[in-house]
């Protein structure tokens, strides 16, 4: 696992998650030096990822943001620090950063407690084209 993709940023994500394949699509899209690679949560890599970590995904439902060697983010920072990781104008993102982590975080848990319910929800996780295959870790 160490040697995979070391210098890239990793999302973990939930794979049957509607609202989150977009999110993974919408990061595809801006991330034009190809710094992330993805993984689901409930893939082997997603788990063992979390397991390496000590992430108790029963507690932490959200979006995982691991810089391989720093840190790991979730919720409403690791949102923050994925947009602002592509640059120009997405770095004022950080102007949200001043909104206290309780706040942006219980908005963050109010859309990841209902999305199943208001973006919908797949049987099973996205597989990638051949195209964007390199960019996730469990294709």
């Given amino acids: 696992m160490e040697s995979l993709n070391r210098n890239k940023k990793i999302i973990l994500f939930d794979g049957v998650c509607n609202l989150c394949n977009g999110a993974v699509q919408f990061v595809i899209r801006r991330d034009h030096s190809h710094q992330f690679v993805f993984a689901s949560l409930q893939s082997r890599v997603g788990q063992q990822l979390v397991l390496e970590r000590g992430i108790n995904t029963e507690e932490l439902d959200s979006i995982i943001l691991i810089e391989p060697s720093v840190a790991y ?8 620090k994925i947009g602002q990781a592509f640059g120009g104008g997405w770095k004022l993102l950080a102007l949200l950063e001043g909104i206290p982590r309780p706040i942006r975080d219980g908005i963050y848990d109010l859309v990841a407690r209902n999305r199943y319910r208001w973006f919908g929800k797949k049987e099973a996780c996205m597989i990638p084209t051949p195209e964007l295959q390199s960019r996730f870790l469990d294709a």
């Fill in 73 to 80: 983010y979730a919720k409403s920072d690791a949102a923050l």
